[in-house]
């Protein structure tokens, strides 16, 4: 079993739509998570970490679930430029940042 | 604030040439850096990273290396390139193990 793993996608979804991502982890002592943005043949750049007691950025609410051992993304009122390859991150006590493989996201008009 | 530069942008290398990616970082000091390898389609793969200077840790074995010569640079190396070298290449800094990870730009290396 891979360490992080994503939706496999891609998610096309019209403007205005709801979308939400789930990423899962194997490994129980992981502790920190974050959720990367990477548009197309740019580097990832940070979206939001993700606290234990979830958080929210504007659009988008991360949540984490470490009984289950999954975090999640959702993005509400999607925009065009919401177009993105969306990548999970998690760490564990020191080690490296693991990422997910993406999931990659199209709005459409 | 913080910059992280990546050179070159793009290279075309024939297989069996050497490589040399260089990545600097500015207005930090003693960060950690990394070195990410990217193939078409694929996730984010960790190569090496590095705790302070002339501190490398390998991630994968294969044909590449890593250096620190100075606090701030982060050179990525090969004396032979192959044709699976070919990738998107990122270097990334961070304060500490667990703090966010920032990305340069990225060097897109095709090999012939």
């Known amino acids: 079993r891979k360490e992080v793993e994503q939706d496999p996608g891609p998610f096309n979804v019209p403007e205005g739509a709801t979308v939400a991502f789930n990423c899962t982890y194997s490994?129980?002592?992981?502790?920190?998570f974050f959720w990367y943005r990477q548009d197309c043949r740019k580097e990832p750049k940070l979206l939001m970490s993700?606290?234990?007691s979830g958080n929210e950025d504007g659009r988008f609410t991360a949540q984490l679930n470490r009984a289950s051992q999954y975090i999640s993304l959702l993005i509400r009122d999607s925009k065009l430029s919401d177009s993105a390859t969306y990548l999970c991150?998690?760490?564990?006590?020191?080690?490296?940042?693991?990422f997910g493989p993406g999931t990659r996201l199209s709005v459409l008009p | 604030s913080q910059t992280i530069h990546q050179w070159p942008a793009t290279l075309v290398q024939p297989v069996g040439s050497p490589l040399s990616l260089e990545c600097t970082v500015e207005?930090?000091?003693?960060?950690?850096l990394y070195w990410y390898r990217q193939a078409a389609g694929r996730g984010l793969q960790l190569l090496f990273y590095?705790?302070?200077?002339?501190?490398i840790s390998s991630e994968v074995p294969q044909n590449l290396s890593a250096s620190r010569p100075q606090d701030r640079q982060f050179i990525l190396s090969s004396k032979k390139l192959l044709l699976s070298d070919s990738g998107f290449y990122l270097c990334?800094?961070?304060?500490?193990?667990?703090?966010?990870?920032?990305f340069g730009p990225g060097t897109r290396l095709l090999v012939l």
């Open positions: 990334a800094w961070s304060r500490g193990g667990k703090e966010t990870q920032y």
């Open positions: 490994n129980s002592a992981s502790q920190s």
């Open positions: 993700v606290y234990s």
């Open positions: 991150v998690v760490i564990v006590y020191g080690q490296n940042f693991v």
């Open positions: 207005g930090t000091s003693n960060p950690n």
């Open positions: 590095s705790v302070g200077i002339g501190q």
